[in-house]
């Protein structure tokens, strides 16, 4: 099992859209709207790295509204 976290920057203030929207992902366990420079936290959990990068690269930066993301692969 991976877990990695997924830091998504948002251009429009439809956090709780976007919350839903990144929950409704296969693989995402939660995300969390947070203060600061990014808007959301995604936790993810799957089977490998090359799945962290569909959920991230494919499935998160495809939501309307998504500006960037930054993604973090637990180690422990």
């Known amino acids: ?3 990695a976290y997924i830091m998504v920057k ?3 203030g439809e956090a709780d ?9 296969e693989g995402v366990k939660r995300s969390h ?3 600061g420079d990014i808007d959301l936290i995604a936790v993810v959990d799957v089977d490998s790295p090359a799945a962290v990068k569909d959920v991230a690269a494919t499935e998160i930066q495809s ?14």
């Open 17 to 25: 859209r976007l919350k839903t929207a990144i929950e409704d992902i």
């Open 63 to 76: 939501i309307d509204g998504i500006e960037d993301t930054q993604t973090y692969i637990a180690m422990d």
């Open 33 to 35: 709207i947070v203060a």
């Open 1 to 3: 099992m991976v877990r």
């Open 10 to 12: 948002a251009y429009t």
